[in-house]
């Protein structure tokens, strides 16, 4: 073998080395992209495997060749993507067309549905082909990680509360400083050290991953951050009205069993499971004007302690998790927003399905002791509560003044779920504070928001279900049936978080009628002079009025049908005449 050979050998041998660490350059671009989904997909990892294989083995054929090759390997590689996640043909084509359209219109983590994770696949192993033919032209030597570098920026966005993901940069730096120092041509020696006239690329590279950690650090700071668009998904599900819903469970007879909850041996469940929350009140109705979008199993936070239970589901026709507080993770497909105050699975479950669910504790009035209450302006929707609510509130801070509105709502109101104007109208709000201080559980709920509102607090209306969980032991199953459907009233803490308040009476008024209004005092009347019966019209002959009344009523009448005979005249004459006078014609 001449020297030209052993040169032609190892440039052979080089391209490939170059390939390879390429290609090991987007594996690991596809692990960090498991951070899309909060869970690390071995098939991102493997998605460049085809994609390399096709550039190593066509890299010195036609242009045609290798481009075929490519698309075929990195069709299959989000095939093979697709097959693990359970996903069909279907799949794999909504992967290349509206998946990147799917991962922007979910929140943070995306949920692992096969055409996402097939179209993440898709971004992989293009990069991977990209740059493996890249790393194969001699003339072409760092430009090979530019395709690697703005993957790694869009997995960086796309799962922006990780952060940068440090153990995948590092090793991906590693990796890129290896591949500088294989350049294509020259001896050995060059190969093996940076060239002055590329020698200040390292620096724009070192710059560059500096900034994509630079730029990924706001991003983690806060838990909900996310740099993507915020645009209302094109496919959203509208979300019934939650109370009017609870009303129709409440309404069921008999009972019906909806949810069955089991925890721990050693867990005390709470007592109020809530399933939407709404914060709109336009003067008729709280609005569930909410943008529900697809999210993967981390919903939230943890702020404190947190409870861990299994929720199933005897009844198909719900579709909302009930949730003690705010949720951390769920082990099913759902729906949420922004705020997480709905959790709603993403297809209809079937009876008997059980989820997992992990969830905060939900606070109790004892820590608003601690926290505080959140702030809210008295706007013109209020203001004119604002009296009443001192009234009933009487003195003190705020905390004080609402434990005051919930003691005084259900000691002196009374509870009567038959009420004539039962209504959420601001009206029949106002005529049941002010007036009669007797309606449904859903206006004691909207009144004591709307006060606690006037008063400057920061209010809103929950609804799901409520048990007094304290008669069952731990570790014994909480049943929740059609019967526990409920709406009360929530105050917003200082650090974000709702607190219950029940200023429903516990008992139900008795008789369905409220009671009589408290008599007036009026002015004794004068005399009146003594009724006299009317005449009877048999015995009593007509008087000259009565004749001349029965003589216009008759004459009207031989009017109205002189009228009516005009018209029929007219309708059969007019088309007889035009008809003969067409003809003389």
């Known amino acids: 073998m001449n020297e030209e050979e052993s040169m032609a050998a190892v440039d052979v041998r080089l391209v490939r080395l170059r390939i390879v660490l390429a290609a090991v350059s987007c594996s690991l671009v596809g692990a960090a992209s498991g951070g899309v989904f909060d869970s690390i997909e071995w098939t991102l990892i493997a998605a460049p495997v085809l994609p390399a ?112 993901q440090w153990r995948w940069l590092i090793g991906l730096i590693a990796v890129s400083i290896v591949f500088s120092l294989l350049r294509n041509d020259g001896t050995l020696r060059d190969r093996l050290l940076l060239l002055r006239g590329e020698r200040r690329l390292m620096p724009l590279l070192a710059a560059a991953a500096v900034l994509v950690g630079l730029a990924a650090v706001p991003m983690s700071l806060d838990a909900r951050a996310d740099p993507r668009r915020n645009d209302p998904a094109e496919q959203t599900s509208p979300l019934l009205d939650p109370i009017e819903a609870t009303l129709a469970l409440r309404n069921i007879d ?78 099913a497909v759902v729906e949420t927003d922004g705020d997480r105050t709905v959790v709603r699975l993403a297809q209809r479950p079937s009876a008997g399905d059980v989820v997992a669910v992990t969830a905060n504790v939900p606070p109790t009035p004892a820590d608003a002791n601690v926290v505080g209450l959140a702030s809210r302006v008295v706007d013109e929707s209020t203001s004119d509560l604002t009296q009443l609510a001192e009234g009933l509130a009487g003195d003190g801070d705020d905390l004080e003044q609402l434990r005051q509105l919930e003691t005084t709502m259900r000691e002196d109101f009374v509870l009567d779920s038959d009420v004539q104007g039962g209504g959420l109208e601001r009206a029949l709000i106002e005529r049941f504070l ?115 009344e029965r003589g216009d009523r008759a004459l009207s009448i031989a009017l109205v049908w002189l009228l009516r005979g005009s018209i029929v005249l007219t309708a059969i004459v007019v088309p007889l005449a035009i008809a003969a006078g067409t003809i003389v014609g």
């Open 254 to 331: 008999p009972a019906v069993e909806l949810h069955v909850v089991t925890a721990d041996d050693d867990t005390s469940l709470p007592d109020r499971w809530r399933s939407a929350a709404l914060s709109s009140y336009d003067g008729r109705r709280w609005s569930p004007s909410l943008t529900l979008r697809p999210i993967g199993s981390t919903l939230g936070p943890t702020l404190g302690p947190t409870l861990d239970a299994e929720i199933s589901f005897l009844d198909d026709n719900l579709t909302l998790v009930p949730l003690p507080g705010p949720p951390v993770a769920i082990d």
């Open 434 to 548: 002010r007036d009669t201080q007797r309606g449904t559980s859903e206006q004691f709920a909207t009144s004591f928001a709307l006060l606690a509102r006037s008063l400057g607090v920061e209010s809103r209306v929950a609804t799901g279900f409520t048990r007094d969980a304290t008669a069952i032991q731990p570790g014994e199953p909480l049943v929740l049936t059609s019967s526990d459907a409920a709406v009360w009233p929530e105050v917003q803490l200082a650090d974000g978080r709702w607190v219950a308040y029940d200023p429903v009476p516990a008992d139900e008024a008795v008789d369905g009628s409220p009671p009589p209004p408290e008599p007036q005092a009026q002015a004794p009347a004068a005399p009146q002079p003594p009724i006299v019966p009317p005449p009877d019209s048999e015995s009593e002959p007509a008087s000259d009025d009565d004749v001349d």
């Open 53 to 164: 294989v096709a550039a190593l083995v066509l890299v010195f054929r036609s242009a045609i060749v290798r481009v075929v090759g490519a698309v075929v390997a990195a069709v299959l590689a989000v095939a093979i993507a697709v097959a693990a996640a359970d996903g069909s043909a279907s799949d794999v084509v909504r992967a290349f067309t509206s998946g990147v359209q799917g991962l922007l219109s979910t929140d943070w983590p995306s949920p692992a549905r096969p055409e996402l994770v097939g179209t993440v696949a898709a971004v992989v192993a293009i990069t991977c082909a990209s740059s493996a033919e890249l790393a194969a032209r001699r003339r072409f030597h760092l430009s090979a990680l530019l395709p690697i570098l703005l993957a790694y920026i869009g997995v960086v966005g796309l799962s922006a509360p990780l952060g940068a």
